[in-house]
C-alpha cells in the first residue's frame, strides 16, 4: 500500500473542500473519503487505488434513516448495510431492497460497508484488479484486456469497445428499480441526481462510472413513497450458493390489477456495465396478464440488445430465466 | 502493508520508544514509512478539521481492545489487524487472505463482527474491541469456544478464531433456525479443511442452548 496522510473529518464542507483539491470525482481520486472501507483498502492493497490523503468521514451525521413528509425514505450515506437490509421499513415497503442487500457480501461485510460507499463500489473485472494488466478503467489509453480475455464473468449490456467490465452491486439494482435518488453535496451546495441519471455508461471514459465531480461527498439516498399495492423482489444467480457476485440478477417491482399489469419496474445486475433499467421489459409488461407468456415476451425485450463476448453468451439465457422467474415469483 | 513488518519486529525487540530514537539517529527509515513523514505532513497542512497525521507521519488513535484502553501511534496504513496482531500482539487474530475473502480476521467493533483486515486502525478512534483473546480463555471458555471443541470443529486450526468470531455475533443478529440459515450467515467465513458440517454443529449447540 502507498502512503498517505490521514485525517478525521468532523465538517463535511472542510471534507468536501479538500477533496475538492483532487483531479478526480471520489473514483480513484487523490483525497479519498473512507466509510466502511472494504472496497477502497482492498484495491489500496492492490494499488489500484492510490490517494495520497484518506479521510475518514465515519463520524459525520449521516447514519440516520428517516421517513420523508411523503411517506418515501431518506437513508444516510453512512447507514451499514446490514441495518439497512433490517430496517422495518425497508423490509415492509423496499423488500426487494433488503433482499438485495443480503444477497450481497457476507455478514462481515455488510456491517461494515456502507449505502454511499455500495454506490461506488468498484467493478470485480480481473484485469481492473490486477495492476500488470491493460485496463482503460483503471489506466485510460492502455486497452482493455478483457474483450479477448477472461470475460466469462462480464457484461453484455452497455459496453463499449473500451470497457465491459460489470457495475458488481446488488443495492444499486435494486435502487434502480425503486427510483432512488442521490444526494450528493459538492463545493456548490447540494444537487439530486434520479439514480437513472446518477452511473455512466463506458462509452470512451470507462474511467468515469458517475456523475460524481471532484470533491462531491454523497450524503443520502432517498426512496420515493411505496408504489400503492407493488410487490417486489430480488433474485440473484451466481457460482456460489452464497457469497459471490451476481452472474444475472433481477429487481422487480410489480402492481396488478384486475388481471393485468399497472405498474412494473424492472433492473437487472451482473449483465451490464452499469445498474441495467429496462424500459423495454417494463414496456412489455405494462398492460398485460401476468402470466408465463407475458414475462417470456419481458425477458426477451430486456436482452435484446445484448451483445455477448466469448465467454459470456450464456448469459443471455440465464438473465432472461432469472428475469422471468423474479417476475413470476413476485405475482404468485 | 508487508514493508512494515520488518519494523515492527525491531520495535517489539527494542520497545516504541528506543526504536524511533534509533531509527530518528541512524536515519534508518525503511521499517515505518518515514520517507514519506515530509509528505504526509505537507499534506496534513493543506487539510481541514481534525487531521490526526501528525508530523512524524503516524497516527494516534485511542480505542477499547478486550476491555482495556490502548492507545497507539502507528502508520495510517496499518490495518486494525495488523495493529492487534503486530502492536498489541493478540494474535489469536488470523491474516488469511487480507482482502475481506475468508473471514479469518473476524473481531468484533462495537459488538458486531467485521473483518479487520478491511479496516484502517486509525478508523477506529473511541471504538471497542473484542478479539478471541477477549472472548474466553483456557479454563474459561466461551461457551462457543467450548462447543467448537466439543464438535471438532476445525482441524488446521487457522480460520476457527474467525469462525468462532463470527459465530458469537451471529448469536445477535436476525438468523433462522435451520442449519441453512447458520451456513448463509457464516458464508464469510471459509474453512479450507472443510469442517463445515461440525462447524454449523457446535453453532446450532450453542443456538438451542
Redesign the interface.
Known amino acids: ?1 502507498e ?9 463535511p464542507g ?2 468536501i ?2 477533496a475538492a ?1 483532487s483531479s478526480t470525482a471520489q473514483q480513484g481520486a487523490e483525497v479519498r473519503f ?1 466509510a ?3 472496497t477502497l ?2 484495491l489500496m ?1 492492490l494499488n489500484v487505488e492510490r490517494p ?5 468521514i ?1 463520524h459525520l451525521p449521516l447514519a440516520d434513516v428517516e421517513r420523508t413528509p411523503d411517506g418515501g425514505l431518506k437513508i444516510g450515506a453512512l447507514v451499514r448495510n ?1 441495518d439497512l437490509a ?1 430496517h422495518p421499513q425497508v423490509q415492509r415497503d423496499y423488500a426487494v431492497l433488503s433482499q438485495a442487500l443480503l444477497s450481497g ?5 455488510r ?2 460497508a456502507t449505502t454511499g460507499g455500495n454506490l461506488l463500489q468498484r467493478t470485480r473485472c480481473v484485469y481492473f484488479r490486477d495492476t500488470n494488466m491493460p485496463c482503460n478503467k483503471r489506466e485510460p489509453g492502455t486497452g482493455c484486456s478483457a474483450i479477448d480475455g477472461f470475460n466469462r464473468t462480464l457484461a453484455i449490456l452497455g459496453t463499449s469497445e473500451h470497457c465491459i467490465a460489470t457495475n458488481p452491486s446488488d443495492m444499486n439494482v435494486a435502487l434502480t428499480a425503486l427510483e432512488a435518488t442521490v444526494v450528493i453535496r459538492g463545493t456548490g451546495g447540494e444537487r439530486r441526481v434520479p439514480i437513472g441519471e446518477f452511473f455512466l455508461l463506458p462509452g470512451d471514459t470507462p474511467q468515469r462510472e458517475t456523475v460524481m465531480m471532484p470533491g462531491d461527498l454523497i450524503t443520502h439516498v432517498i426512496l420515493p413513497p411505496p408504489h400503492a399495492g407493488a410487490r417486489s423482489h430480488y433474485l440473484k444467480l451466481r457460482d456460489r ?3 459471490e457476485f451476481a452472474l444475472a440478477s433481477a429487481a422487480v417491482v410489480i402492481a396488478a390489477d384486475g388481471g393485468r399489469i399497472t405498474h412494473a419496474r424492472v433492473a437487472m445486475g451482473g449483465v451490464g456495465t452499469r445498474p441495467w433499467r429496462s424500459p423495454e421489459a417494463e414496456k412489455a409488461l405494462q398492460g398485460q396478464p401476468p402470466n408465463a407468456r407475458t414475462f417470456a415476451a419481458a425477458a426477451a425485450a430486456a436482452l435484446r440488445d445484448a451483445k455477448p463476448q466469448s465467454q459470456n453468451g450464456f448469459k443471455i439465457d440465464l438473465a432472461q430465466r432469472c428475469l422471468a422467474h423474479a417476475l413470476s415469483t413476485v405475482v404468485a | ?1 508487508s514493508e512494515k513488518k520488518p519494523g515492527d519486529l525491531v520495535e517489539i525487540q527494542l520497545g516504541r520508544r528506543n526504536f524511533l530514537q534509533i531509527v530518528g539517529m541512524t536515519g534508518a527509515a525503511s521499517g515505518l ?1 518515514l520517507p ?1 513523514a515530509a ?3 505537507a ?2 497542512a ?8 501528525e508530523v512524524d ?1 503516524l ?1 494516534s488513535v485511542r480505542f477499547t481492545v478486550n476491555g482495556k484502553a490502548q492507545t497507539l501511534k502507528v ?3 496499518t ?1 486494525l489487524l495488523d495493529a492487534l496482531r503486530d502492536h498489541l500482539q493478540l494474535t489469536g487474530t488470523k491474516k488469511g487472505c ?3 475473502q475468508c ?1 479469518a480476521c ?1 473481531v468484533h467493533v462495537n459488538g ?4 479487520s ?4 486502525a ?2 477506529h ?1 473511541g471504538d471497542e474491541v473484542t478479539t478471541l483473546e477477549g472472548l474466553g480463555q483456557p479454563g474459561n471458555l466461551h461457551p462457543m469456544q467450548q462447543a467448537f471443541l466439543e464438535h471438532d470443529g476445525y482441524q488446521c486450526g487457522y480460520c476457527t478464531s474467525g469462525q468462532i468470531m ?1 459465530a458469537v ?2 448469536m445477535k ?2 438468523c433462522g433456525p435451520a442449519n441453512a440459515d447458520v ?7 471459509i474453512c479450507r479443511c472443510g469442517a463445515y458440517s461440525n462447524i454449523v454443529a457446535a453453532i446450532q449447540q450453542v443456538r438451542k442452548a
Request: charged residues 20%; hydrophobic residues 40%.
Open positions: 500500500m502512503p498517505f496522510a490521514f485525517s478525521r473529518a468532523n465538517d472542510k471534507a473542500a479538500a483539491k473512507v466502511g472501507g472494504t483498502l482492498d492493497k495520497t490523503q484518506v479521510i475518514d465515519n446490514s433490517h457480501a457476507s455478514g462481515q461485510l456491517n461494515m450458493a452464497s457469497y | 502493508m514509512g514519506i509528505q504526509a505532513a499534506i496534513a493543506v487539510a481541514h478539521s481534525a487531521a490526526p497525521t507521519g497516527v502508520d495510517p496504513r490495518t487480507d482482502h475481506g473471514g473476524t458486531r463482527r467485521v473483518n483486515c478491511l479496516s484502517l486509525a478508523m478512534e463470527s455475533a451471529l443478529e436476525p451456513k448463509e450467515a457464516m458464508s464469510g467465513n
